[in-house]
């Protein structure tokens, strides 16, 4: 399909297990596990219980929570950037191993290039005081980002629509906290022509681009998000896009 690749994503989930150490401890929840509060053997299966278990250095590779009767429930696993050792990415998992939420810490392109769009180039300072959040479904297509400060603000938040075939129709950017809409994208493909419409409007809804392209069906745009797919798609070199008529909206044929 042309979401998400699952298939790179499992990879990554599959290194990062085999990464992890052998040493593991075990707490009744999340928050006696941030107080220290270890479980002895004997109360492990008294009820539900957190692992975790921890690399070679120390450092939490992953979060397993399973219920009483020993079901694993869901997981996070953890990396670190190998300068400082601070978080750089982490991935919530359901008990079959499909990811449903990615967290990316440091300077991750997509929410950089959101920041400068919405707030401008001099709001970008230390890219480490914000995290980008990306949930996606069962199919592994990412329907939602958020933007966050370290300190709990939301900057931004995009939302994602797609067809019945995995190819993104919509996306739809959001600033702040009292979430305004600054920019829209519509992606239609015509298969009559065989050409990718896209249309870009702007904070106050008026259309701000709007193109037709000739593109192989295979290289519609698919699950980039952030306005990615349309600028990949318009920087083809051959054909090169044709503006659209004024009047033209487009329909899903």
Not at 2 to 26: D, K, M, N, P
Not at 54 to 67: M, R
Not at 198 to 212: K, L, N
Request: aromatic content about 14%; cysteine-free.
């Amino acid at each position: 399909m042309f979401r998400r690749s699952t298939h790179i994503l499992l990879l990554v989930v599959a290194a990062i297990f085999a990464q992890a150490g052998s040493r593991s401890e075990y707490f009744r929840d999340e928050d006696a596990f941030k107080r220290g509060i270890s479980l002895f053997p004997f109360e492990i299966h008294e009820a539900g219980f957190l692992k975790v278990t921890y690399g070679d250095q120390g450092f939490v590779q992953a979060l397993a929570w399973y219920t009483v009767g020993d079901s694993l429930l869901k997981t996070r696993t953890y990396e670190y950037w190998p300068d400082d050792l601070s978080i750089k990415r982490m991935l919530e998992l359901t008990p079959d191993s499909i990811v449903v939420r990615e967290m990316l810490f440091g300077d991750e392109p997509r929410s950089r290039r959101f920041i400068e769009y919405v707030y401008g180039v001099e709001f970008v300072t230390d890219f480490r005081d914000r995290f980008t959040e990306v949930f996606y479904d069962t199919s592994l297509a990412s329907v939602a980002f958020k933007i966050m400060s370290t300190r709990g603000n939301l900057i931004g938040a995009i939302f994602l629509d797609y067809d019945s075939l995995g190819y993104l129709t919509n996306e739809t950017w959001f600033q702040g906290e009292d979430m305004r809409r600054v920019r829209e994208f519509r992606y239609i493909f015509h298969r009559d022509t065989g050409e990718q419409e896209v249309i870009e409007r702007g904070r106050e809804g008026q259309v701000v681009s709007h193109v037709r392209i000739k593109v192989d069906p295979h290289r519609r745009i698919a699950a980039t998000g952030l306005g990615v797919g349309a600028e990949q798609l318009l920087d083809d070199p051959s054909p090169p896009p044709v503006e659209a008529p004024p009047d033209t909206t487009g329909t899903e044929p």
